[in-house]
């Protein structure tokens, strides 16, 4: 079993900067594709970022240039950094474990574990 815990989300003013933070119990960090969905009301939660065991990282065309996901697995710990934000990154933000990928796709079915999730709202 895996326990997810976020941090780091707030209010900020569009083009500043968050760092959302995610940490994991669990001694199978390390072997897991982590990463980051978020969710807007009446929407399906959506891919953000993910960072493989081997050092591959994908991220959602929308956030690239943007946004960097990064891992340390000594502290079982994943980031995301955003930077550059806009008004449509508002949205509750989702720490993924045990993300698996279907085709080109990461769905929201295809993950294992979910953390509470964290509000990040961007200002105009």
């Known amino acids: 079993q895996v326990q997810l815990v976020e941090s780091g989300g707030g209010l900020v003013q569009a083009g500043g900067s968050l760092r959302l933070s995610c940490a994991a119990s669990g001694r199978t960090f390390s072997s897991r594709v982590m990463g980051w969905f978020r969710q807007t009301p009446g929407k399906e939660r959506e891919f953000v970022a993910c960072?493989?065991?081997?050092?591959?990282?994908d991220y959602a065309d929308s956030v690239k240039g943007r946004f960097t996901i990064s891992r340390d697995n000594a502290k079982n710990t994943v980031y995301l950094q955003m930077n550059s934000l806009k008004a449509e990154d508002t949205a509750v933000y989702y720490c993924?474990?045990?993300?698996?990928?279907?085709?080109?796709?990461?769905?929201?079915?295809?993950?294992?574990?979910w953390g509470q999730g964290t509000q990040v709202t961007v200002s105009t």
């Open positions: 993924a474990g045990g993300i698996r990928r279907s085709g080109n796709y990461y769905r929201e079915q295809d993950v294992d574990y």
């Open positions: 960072s493989w065991t081997g050092g591959i990282i």
